[in-house]
């Protein structure tokens, strides 16, 4: 790739083509470190409200990113691809969800968004991977596109892939813990220096690799975090039997300096749209690359991760007394995790939705994803408060991790259900206030009761 000279000092106009969870946040960040962006979504809705600097999902700290972007002409939306013409780095950041009827990553969203790119690349410029892809993406799409870009000879392709949690997306965005750049090219690594300048001017390390090392960072990252969300889990289910208690065995656990605390809870489970189908897409490229056997240990990972939502739903009918049908359920939380309204692949709404599939009435409180739970399972009852999906309830079972959820006053609570049961799938409730308070009280792992 040949850089043109000039430019202002250091910024640099770039494009993010896919504006969902990942790209609307980097977009916008980048918007806020001075650079000029395009966001291209083919989704009208999503670009119409991006446009108004309003964003289209709940994640803290990013709205006012968004309006202070757009207000200053730095951040704009659009659908075509084609007013991203002209900028020195194209971020793709389209979704790489589970392929129907397969285990492998879908990817016809990243082949479309760079379909539609190609044609519009006719200056010299890089082509930066942040989508979470398997192996051997890169060089597929760098082959495509020298075959259709007219700036074919001046076209790069890089991978810089993305770590952000949902719920700390800005933060984790704007003080990344490191900063990948899969590269082949000088140039590519200074337009990525450029782009990230205040990050790595603020100490942020920066680790330069080819690019199959850079596609597979991300998903090794998930499925280390996976593996051990699985493994913890296992742990909780042996204290169960075993009448120990996981709070302890995790304390004991986190303060070991190799194992650390962080990712140690035991509960219902992982889920989202990262984690389930990396691990996923990890095992059926392993596959494809002759190492199914070795890959197998993360088949059981997935599998040890859906017994808990299983095990949770056992759990609750054993304390319905074997029968579920028009029992009234309470489901407290419905995305997959706290600080986002994220229900892809989310246990809890998963637990939710089976549990009526057996006849059960549920009704589902969360803070922030009622409005996704009503597009996704519209079939669900979706209440307002913790107490509205409480009333005269058989069971209670808390599912995601909301701070909100750790404050419920379990005597109070008691006065609203029918039967005072709860399931604690996150471990964030006192087992002693709970049973202090009248609670016929289960948490996953802990055993006693
Ligand atoms: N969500 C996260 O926390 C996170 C973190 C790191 C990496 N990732 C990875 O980032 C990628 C995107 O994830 P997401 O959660 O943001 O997905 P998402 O579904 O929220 O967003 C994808 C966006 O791409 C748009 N899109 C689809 N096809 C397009 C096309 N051809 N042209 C333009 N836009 C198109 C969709 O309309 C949507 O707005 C995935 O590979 C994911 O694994 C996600």
Redesign the pocket.
Known sequence: MKRPVGGTAGLVLVSV?????????HAACLAACGHEVVG????RE?VATLAEGRA??HEPGLEPLLREGVRSGRLRFT?E?ADAAGAEAHFL?????QRPGSHA?DLS??D??V??LAPVLTTPTVVVG????PVGTARRIGERLRAEAPAADDVAVAWN??????GH?VHDSLHPDRLVFGVEDDESDQVLRDVYATMINSGVPVVRTDLPTAELA?VSANVMLAARISLVNLLAEVCEVASADVGDLTRILGLDERIGDKFLTPGVGFG???LP??TRAFVARAEELGLAGPAAVLREVDALNMRQRARTIDRAVRMLGGRVDGRQVAVLGAAFKAGSD?V?DSPALDVATTLQARGARVRVHDPQAGSNVRRVAPALDVAETVEQACRDADVVLVLTDWDEFRGIDPVALAATVRHPRVVDGRLVLDPDKWRAAGWDFHALGRGGS
Request: with cysteine; glycine share 14%.
């Open positions: 083509i896919g504006t969902g969870y990942l790209g609307a946040t291209v979504d083919s989704s999503r289209p999902f659908t691809c950041c389209v979704g790489t969800p990553a969203s990243l479309a968004a379909g539609s942040k989508s979470t892809v892939p993305e770590f952000l949690r949902e997306a991300k989202g749209g990262c189908k990396d994220d892809r």
